[in-house]
């Protein structure tokens, strides 16, 4: 989002028009010129400064945030009135069925593998690739959210299985760092300011084009290391989930697809494990990494916090379906509303972009190539160095 370098406030409180409406300015550099993310020309004029009593002590003025707040209801109010006539299917029924159909492809996956011919083996390799992704990715992140159901004990029943089962994580955790810290604190620095998936000891290549090829092995090692931080229980089931999830695809490997040496099986339960590993991390740091970022003390309230440091990239048949509309093209609804499941994101994006350009507030989009090639260009400054921290000046 093209953002101007900031500039101190010289009144406390004073309102400062800036090139989008209700934008902070950054604090020593600019952000992405390459982003084709939509703004609002803002075009107001400075207001009057405000009181003492008007300001809080994070120093955001305290008029501004209850606007803010009403903001905030009255969108939330439009999404409820879709949301309550919608139909069990469009909430939930569209996803689960998705979710079905990779269930049901699995075996025609393995039996793919037997072939000995260069086109079935490939067909078999892309479908459990895809289909480990889809139960990884959209199945795990529905799942953390408990979007899949209103049930809170299926909830946990879908969460057990799609997380630990296919993912080989812990629950506590994976619903801790994402619900808990990136959702509550977007982009603030040293919370949910993504930076867990900075590696700045390696070059923009590696990271980019080879690391990925790595995260099917990190996961469970990760996994392991923060099974420390969760009760006993919580990680001798984890431990036996893994376990049966890793076994299952070795056992089918060996004896549906018929491999014949278990290296062999290994190898390709890594190549289909990482089939779409690279658009898996290019999609978590395009997304927010970037964008401006905030200090706790001074985050502003919850719709400029996520309609300034989320991004959606445009629609993918492939990643829609193995990732979720919440996860791409529909990422700042998902940050919004992260209870809704994916069609639901999908079906109030037209109400929520309407509204945040309607209010002159930033609604941020940018192509998968057009973030290949910023990330490509200021690796250094975005993956390296520390982000700077996003003044909270103007906000309306």
């Keep these: 989002m093209p953002l101007e370098n900031g500039e101190t406030a010289r009144q406390r409180g004073q309102r400062v028009s800036g090139e989008v409406s209700g934008t902070p300015r950054l604090r020593g550099t600019t952000a992405p010129d390459s982003s084709r993310t939509e703004a ?14 008007d300001v809080t002590p994070g120093g955001i003025p305290q008029r501004a945030g209850q606007q803010e707040e009403a903001l905030m209801t009255e969108l939330s109010e439009l999404v409820q009135k879709v949301v309550k006539s919608s139909s069990w299917w469009e909430r939930h029924g569209v996803d689960i069925s ?3 159909c990779s269930l049901l492809l699995l075996p025609a996956g393995f039996l793919c593998l037997w072939s000995a011919q260069a086109i079935p083996f490939l067909a078999g390799v892309l479908i459990l690739g895809v289909v480990h992704h889809t139960l990884t990715v959209k199945g795990s992140h529905l799942a953390s959210h408990n979007a899949l159901t209103e049930s ?7 969460a057990i299985f799609f997380i630990e089962l296919c993912s080989a994580f812990t629950v506590e955790q994976a619903t801790y760092n994402h619900v808990k810290i990136h ?3 977007t982009n603030v620095i040293g919370l949910g300011d993504s930076s867990t998936w900075k590696l700045p000891f390696l070059n923009r290549y ?3 084009f080879i690391a990925p090829l790595a995260v099917p092995i990190l996961t469970p090692l990760v996994a392991l290391d923060l099974l420390r931080n969760v009760p006993w229980k919580a990680a001798l089931r984890t431990l036996c989930c893994m376990f049966l999830g890793f076994y299952c695809h070795y056992w089918l490997l060996l004896h549906v697809s018929g491999f014949q040496s278990p290296w062999s099986a290994l190898l390709c339960m890594l190549l289909t494990r990482s089939l779409l590993a690279h658009p898996y991390i290019h999609v978590n740091i395009f997304q927010h990494i970037g964008l401006p970022m905030f200090a706790a003390d001074r985050k502003p309230k919850r719709i400029h916090l996520m309609s300034l440091g989320v991004l959606n990239l445009p629609r993918n048949a492939l990643l829609d379906w193995s990732f ?60 390296v160095h520390a982000p700077p921290i996003t003044e909270l000046v103007g906000i309306q």
């Design 40 to 53: 609002m020309a803002a075009g107001r004029e400075p207001g009057p400064a405000l009181s003492d009593e």
């Design 98 to 100: 998705i979710l079905a």
């Design 206 to 208: 590696v990271y980019m």
């Design 324 to 383: 979720g509309h919440s996860l791409i093209s529909c990422h700042v609804e998902h940050h919004l509303f992260p209870s809704l499941s994916d069609n639901m994101c999908l079906k109030i994006k037209p109400i929520v972009s309407q509204y945040l350009k309607q209010k002159k507030l930033p609604y941020n989009e940018d192509t998968y190539s057009s973030r290949l090639r910023l990330f490509l260009q200021r690796y250094e400054e975005l993956m």
């Design 183 to 185: 959702h509550g604190y």
């Design 152 to 158: 809170k004990s299926w909830g946990k029943v879908w």
